[in-house]
C-alpha cells in the first residue's frame, strides 16, 4: 500500500485534508489501466458518488447565495460550473494529474497537452487580463482535448473525502469550495448564458 501511495502527503497538504484511510486516497486516482494497484477498486464508483455530491454542494451554494439568483440564472451557473471543462481544468490546477495512476500513454499525452494549454492559458491572462482574446485563441480552445479522466478523477476524489469523512458533506464543501471559489464569483458576477433552454 505505501509504495502505491508515496508523495500523496504533498497532495494532501495542497487540498488541507488528511485522509484517515488512505485506500479511498489511492482508489480516487487509480485508472481502471492501472494494474499494479491490486489494493483497491478503480475510481469509477467513488467518480458517480463524488458527481452527485459535487452538483448538489455547488447547487445548494448558488441557491443560497444573497444575490437571490432567479431559476434560469441558477440553471445557468450550475451547467457553467459542474462539467467536465471546469473540473478537469481544476484538477489540473491542483496537481490532481500528479498523482493519477494509469498505464496509458495515450491518456498521458492528452493530459500533457492539456497541462500545457492550461499553463500557457494562465500565463496569457497574468500578462494582461485586459488583452481582448484573439479569435486565434478561442479556436485554439476549442480544439484542446480535454482529459476526462481529469474531470472524473475531481469527481472521485470528492467522494473519496466524503466516504473518508464518514459522510460529511460540510467536510467535502471545506476542501472543495476554496477551489472552486474563483470560478463561482467569476460567474456569478457575470452570468454565462446557456443555449440549451430559455429565461421566462
Avoid at 494529474?97 to 500545457?116: G, N, R, W
Avoid at 476526462?148 to 473519496?160: N, P, Q, R, V
Avoid at 476554496?178 to 433552454?197: C, D, T, W
Wanted: with cysteine; charged share 25%; glycine share 4%.
Amino acid at each position: 500500500m505505501n509504495h502505491l501511495i508515496s508523495g500523496f502527503e504533498n497532495f494532501e497538504k495542497k487540498i488541507n485534508y488528511r485522509f484517515k484511510n488512505k485506500a479511498y486516497l489511492l482508489q480516487a486516482f487509480t485508472h481502471a489501466s492501472y494494474h499494479y494497484n491490486t489494493i483497491t477498486d478503480c475510481y469509477q464508483r467513488l467518480e458517480f458518488l463524488g458527481d452527485a455530491i459535487l452538483d448538489y454542494l455547488i447547487t445548494k451554494h448558488l441557491y443560497e447565495d444573497p444575490r437571490q439568483h432567479s431559476p434560469g440564472v441558477l440553471t445557468d451557473l450550475r451547467s457553467a460550473l459542474v462539467n467536465n471543462t471546469i473540473f478537469a481544468s481544476l484538477a489540473v490546477k491542483y496537481d490532481y494529474h500528479k498523482y493519477f495512476k494509469a498505464v496509458s500513454p495515450e491518456l498521458f499525452h492528452v493530459i500533457d497537452d492539456f497541462v500545457q494549454f492550461q499553463l500557457e492559458k494562465n500565463e496569457m491572462q497574468g500578462m494582461d487580463s485586459e488583452l481582448r482574446r484573439s479569435e486565434e485563441d478561442e479556436e485554439k480552445e476549442e480544439d484542446i482535448e480535454v482529459p476526462k479522466a481529469m474531470g472524473d478523477i475531481f469527481e472521485s476524489l470528492a467522494g473519496a473525502i466524503y466516504m473518508d469523512s464518514g459522510m460529511s458533506l460540510e467536510t467535502v464543501w471545506q476542501v472543495y469550495y476554496p477551489m472552486m471559489r474563483p470560478l463561482i464569483e467569476k460567474f456569478s458576477a457575470n452570468v454565462p448564458r446557456s443555449h440549451h433552454h430559455h429565461h421566462h
